[in-house]
């Protein structure tokens, strides 16, 4: 009986530590799986590793100031290798795209120096030198060294020399664009719908290859404003590190030239990110876009598109109507300006070109003696002829040299100087201002210029942006402006009549912008506003910025401005816009070039009374001042008296065709 007890004691106290150890135990898994889940629950659903990729984003689009679209996205088909479900037959894979992009006739991307038929040997002028790097060769290796290496590196023994080098052309491409989960590699781009389908079709043969819906840059008019609104092209090798940095993917594409590259840092979306779960053999449990990606800013110019194409057709159809005629035009090129901000309307140019067809005409174009790529609005420079004159009418009012009302004998030919007595156009007689700048009297501004010196007529000259930079976003040019030596003699008399210095048509536009407002010279712009990809909000209005004050008083001022009156009311500009429904102050010039015909350059500011739009043309080889002048009434046309009301027609947030 006491064994029994003892026994039944036993057994009780056990089942009562049973009982606190199952308490405890349940009691440790309740603060594990309830208390403190969140700590301790497996944050990767049980994945041995995490990796993020890129999803892009959009690329902000490029609109003219009332939103009609220049620069835009379009979906297209680009063909990418993701590391994350690439498996064991990655060569086979390769070769397989690489044969239904063969059948389709289409391109892929290979930038391996070595040729793609035999002998193999190293692309005549590409560098080696990453090739020969990459695989820690000796500086002296040769073609068919790299060719063994890559063999041995990505396993091809099995395959014949052909299958070899197209399937190392992809592999080197991916090393050195950093192929890896983050980084997925695009192996095409934009390729044809029946191609997609192809791939599509074939799918089950292509692991880790996906066909993706991406943004392209699209310009709806190729061949408007070409040299201003530029290009976006591949990040070139030498400058891959530098983008990486800024946080881009080997195969972005990144603003070339013009307003694709100045805006750059506004154009350039976020890029978002998928994540990818994966276990301990790699393969991937689960995917999450963890951020969105954000599309990049738009930028709304300046330009006014319909404004912009009229003075394109009306430079082309005015050198081919000279040309027909016998004329010696080859090209020109068009600037119109705001008089109260210098925000340019138009900048055209001809002989211009097609962005959609540079790539494969590109070498045919640099060899075109007619230089269609050259910025003649922003980058030709040129003798700019009697344009001149009205500075130098505001200088000689302004410093006194001249009295207005006072009437200079013109006597045909100038012989203040021994050194230098050149002649005018005819024998004017006793002329004023507002005659010998209607009528463009040479003698008249020979002897303007020498009562100022040269160095008074060069100041002025900065005074008005000539020779100056114009701070616009682009490339321009700032011209030549001569410093002169002395303030006698025959440099003098020329630079007074717009020789020996040269400048550019925005220059000439921004002067008479900043004579027809009276002398506040505006740096010049093409950029209205930064918005966001919808249009519907303004992250930065750019503001007009002053970049001095010319002192002119208002007596000059109504003085010289009657002038450029009566330039195309009886002058030499009557021919263009004597019948001008509008009244127009303007000035022509005729620019000497040494062996050739003279350059035809005109200026116009209108309304005369209340002016708005200031403009400058120059036709190379155009012979005369007023052969320029058709052009300058096209612009006003297409100013004051287009078949629109842009103001009227534009919604808020909305886009113009």
């Known amino acids: 009986m006491p064994f029994k007890k003892k026994n039944q004691y036993q057994l009780s106290v056990f089942a009562i530590l049973l009982v606190i150890a199952i308490l405890l135990y349940s009691v440790r898994i309740y603060s594990i799986q309830v208390v403190n889940a969140e700590k301790y629950t497996d944050k990767n659903n049980g994945a ?93 290796a040769t073609a068919e060294n790299c060719f063994d290496a890559m063999v041995e590196k990505y396993k091809l023994e099995d395959y014949s020399p052909d299958e070899q080098r197209k399937i190392m052309g992809v592999r080197y491409s991916m090393d050195i664009a950093d192929f890896s989960i983050s980084y997925p590699y695009t192996f095409a781009e934009d390729i044809s719908t029946e191609l997609m389908r192809k791939i599509s079709e074939s799918g089950f043969l292509l692991s880790g290859v996906s066909v993706e ?31 990486k940095a800024k946080g881009y993917s080997y195969n972005d594409k990144v603003g070339k030239s013009g307003i694709e590259k100045w805006g750059e840092e506004y ?31 738009t930028i709304m110019l300046t330009l006014d598109k319909k404004i912009q194409r009229s003075a394109q057709d009306s430079i082309e159809k005015t050198v081919k109507e000279l040309k027909s005629k016998g004329g010696t035009a080859t090209a020109g090129a068009a600037v119109a300006v705001h008089i109260d901000s210098g925000k340019v309307i138009c900048a055209a140019n001809y002989p211009t070109y097609d962005s959609a067809t540079i790539g494969e005409k590109y070498d045919s174009l640099v060899n075109d003696p007619s230089k269609p790529l050259t910025d003649r609005a922003f980058q030709g420079v040129y003798p700019i002829g009697s344009t001149i004159k009205p500075i130098v009418a505001v200088a000689a009012l302004e410093n006194g040299v001249y009295n207005n009302g006072e009437t200079i004998r013109c006597v045909h030919k100038y012989t203040l100087f021994k050194d230098y007595q050149p002649s005018c156009m005819d024998t004017h007689g006793s002329i004023s201002l507002n005659y010998a700048l209607a009528k463009s009297c040479n003698y008249f501004f020979f002897e303007l210029g020498r009562r100022l010196g040269a160095t008074k007529l060069t100041d002025y000259y900065k005074q008005f942006g000539l020779g100056v930079a114009t701070g616009v976003e682009v490339n321009d040019a700032k011209g030549i402006l001569l410093e002169p030596k002395s303030d006698g003699g025959g440099d003098t008399l020329q630079i007074a009549i717009g020789q020996l210095n040269a400048f550019t048509p925005l220059q000439l536009a921004n002067y008479a912008a900043t004579l027809a407002n ?11 506003k930064i918005v966001s990809y919808d249009i519907s909000t303004v992250y930065d209005e750019i503001k007009p910025e002053v970049k001095n004050t010319v002192s002119i008083s208002d007596a000059t001022i109504a003085a010289v401005k009657e002038g450029m009156l009566s330039v195309t009311e009886d002058g030499t500009g009557r021919a263009a ?25 005109f200026i116009a500011f209108a309304p005369f009374d209340n002016p708005e739009i200031a403009i400058s043309v120059v036709l190379e080889h155009g012979s005369s001042g007023y052969s320029a002048g058709s052009i300058v009434r096209d612009i006003l046309d297409a100013y004051f008296f287009a078949d629109y009301n842009a103001t009227a027609d534009t919604v808020p947030f909305t886009v113009l065709e």
């Open 267 to 297: 154009l350039r979306g976020t890029d978002g990110e998928i994540t990818y779960c994966i276990d301990n053999v790699g393969k991937i449990i689960s995917s999450e876009v963890t951020k969105e990606p954000v599309a990049g800013k």
């Open 577 to 601: 816009l004597g019948d001008y429904p509008i009244k127009v102050g303007g000035k022509t010039g005729t620019a000497q070039v040494t062996g050739k015909a003279d350059h035809s350059v």
């Open 48 to 140: 041995a590793s995490v990796r993020t990729a890129v999803l892009k984003a959009p690329r902000g689009e490029i609109l003219d100031c009332y939103g009609r679209q220049i620069a835009i996205n379009r979906d297209g088909y680009n063909v990418v290798f993701n590391k994350a479900y690439v498996k064991d037959n990655f060569n086979d894979v390769i070769l397989t795209l690489v044969k239904l992009f063969e059948d389709a006739g289409a391109n892929w991307k290979d930038e391996l120096p070595i040729e793609s038929t035999a002998p193999y040997g190293f692309k005549e002028g590409e560098s080696t030198d990453k090739l020969i790097s990459k695989f820690e060769l000796a500086h002296y």
């Open 518 to 528: 009276g002398g506040t010279h505006y740096k010049a712009s093409l950029i209205d």
């Open 213 to 243: 819906v991406v943004p392209f840059r699209e310009y709806t008019d190729t061949s408007l404003a070409v040299n201003l609104i530029g290009s976006v092209g591949p990040i070139y090798a030498e400058d891959w590190e530098e983008y």
